[in-house]
């Protein structure tokens, strides 16, 4: 996605960041969630991004996700460069690439880290936009700055809105105000109702970002592991027994492995977060007259941080200091969308076993309809579940493989997994365990349904090779399942 912005009188552009501006040639191949031993063959992506410090290419994760080969070229040159990926990080969708060949670099002004946008500063964007193989550069006004959802990680973190669409090509380009990266633009919306919104990942994440690699490796955005829920009914704050100075978000739930687990609980207010009062919207004050969610109080600091929270439980005030132990969305059920790395999978019989992700479901149609398409039950799964210490990930038999030794089972699929050989599945290893450690004669699935299947051990033995080998596929599981 890019940045297109109308012009504004009165904002000079910058000849070295002109000349600091990269386009972006990537060539990617995702893989099939469907045949997750397969992938879906290489496609070709374009993008922008900017040369910083230390000889590194800041762009967007969604320009390089899936890699396999990439290329770079200085504005108003025409030879391409090799590069690679230095480091991702998918949930604020950015990641920085480094070009061995030092020359490329050579006569580069590395472009200046700046601070968090006003609104209605005047910002420029520099990009390869399509409909056209030049520079662009175009102007724009700040008009929000609050939290958002990123669409390449559905990551629930602080932005930037310009007054400007946002369209494929410029992504991963700065938008500069002053001399110095405001930004990196990253999306945009669209539609009837829509008009002129585009927006930015701002200095601060990307702040965040750098400093989090300065150790050789990416630990992400930190998290409380917690639902929460607002309180802006009255009788709501009577019942938690809030006094009327008294104002907070309500804990539902905290997730396992949580920080705040063995600390607080669900029906606990979360009053103010390092000093920090937490209103009853569940927003926090960041600048003067400015809000937004309290999550930008700890996402703002590093995994391994240490904050400190003051929560009412049953009337009483009580204060305890935590350590950021859990990056974003650890604690999701089901996945969002995953890249970069090989699906889970287990095969057994015929049978293909996989954790519930976003990818898979996204399998059953395109970008606009897959919702439309994708089984009841897995969605709901997606949307409204929640881990428990009992299980982890939805495993479903996605499909049988036919073969003469499954003759029943085979428009068997999308089936929730719940049980096998009488354990319960909390994750996909601990089906494969499950199905290992068996020592009887057959083997026992029970869905979510209460449907049961039964397999015969050494029939499934004995076919397991011949399936694999039918289908060609070359390994009966994923890598991390070796």
């Not at 880290?113 to 399509?130: E, H, Q, S, T």
Request: glycine share 10%; aromatic share 10%; net charge negative.
């Amino acid at each position: 996605m890019v940045l297109l912005l109308l012009s504004l009188p009165g904002l000079a552009f910058s000849a070295s960041a002109k000349d600091s501006v990269v386009k972006i040639y990537t060539v990617f191949n995702s893989y099939s969630y469907h045949n997750p031993w397969q992938t879906k063959g290489q496609k070709t992506f374009h993008g922008s991004g900017s040369v910083i410090s230390g000889n590194r290419i800041l762009t967007n994760a969604h320009v390089v996700s899936d890699q396999i080969f990439i290329q770079v070229r200085r504005t108003g040159q025409a030879k391409r460069y090799t590069a690679k990926v230095e480091a991702v990080a998918h949930e604020s969708d950015l990641a920085i690439l480094t070009v061995d060949d030092a020359s490329f670099f050579d006569g580069i002004t590395p472009l200046p880290l700046g601070k968090l946008a006003n609104i209605r500063d005047k910002v420029a964007v520099y990009g390869f936009p399509d409909g056209g193989d030049k520079l662009s550069i175009t102007e724009g006004i700040v008009s929000r700055v609050e939290h958002v959802e990123y669409a390449h990680s559905n990551a629930y973190i602080i932005a930037c809105q310009i007054d400007a669409p946002v369209n494929s090509g410029n992504s991963g380009g700065p938008v500069m105000k002053d001399g110095k990266i405001a930004g990196v633009a990253f999306q945009g919306m669209s539609g009837e109702q829509v008009e002129n919104i585009g927006y930015m990942v701002p200095a601060p994440v990307i702040a965040h970002f750098l400093k989090d690699l300065r150790d050789g490796s990416y630990d992400g955005i930190p998290t409380l592991g917690l639902s929460m829920q607002k309180l802006e009914n009255p009788e709501m704050r009577r019942y938690y027994q809030m006094d009327e100075k008294q104002t907070g978000a309500l804990v539902n739930k905290v997730y396992p492995e949580a920080p705040i687990q063995g600390i607080m609980q669900g029906g606990d207010v979360i009053l103010a977060i390092d000093g920090i009062r937490v209103e009853n919207d569940g927003t926090i004050e960041f600048r003067p007259g400015e809000r937004t969610f309290f999550g930008h109080v700890f996402q703002k600091k590093q995994v391994g941080d240490t904050i400190h929270l003051q929560f009412l439980r049953q009337g009483t005030e009580l204060g305890k200091t935590i350590v950021l132990s859990k990056a974003i969305n650890y604690d999701r059920l089901v996945s969002h969308k995953r890249y970069d790395t090989q699906p889970d999978y287990f095969i057994f019989g015929g049978f293909v076993f996989q954790p519930l992700t976003l990818n898979y479901l996204q399998g059953f149609g395109n970008a606009s309809n897959w919702f439309l398409f994708a089984p009841t039950e897995l969605l709901d799964l997606y949307m409204n579940g929640e881990q428990e210490e009992e299980r982890r990930q939805v495993v479903v038999l996605t499909q049988v493989l036919a073969d003469e030794s499954n003759v029943g089972f085979q428009e068997f699929g999308d089936n929730v997994i719940v049980e096998v050989n009488g354990q319960r599945i909390s994750t996909l290893a601990d089906l494969v365990m499950a199905f290992k450690s068996n020592k009887g004669a057959y083997h026992t699935l029970v869905d979510s349904h209460g449907f049961t299947l039964c397999l015969k051990d050494d029939i499934v033995r004995r076919s397991q090779k011949k399936i694999l080998q039918n289908y060609h596929i070359s390994a009966d599981r994923s890598v991390n399942l070796r």
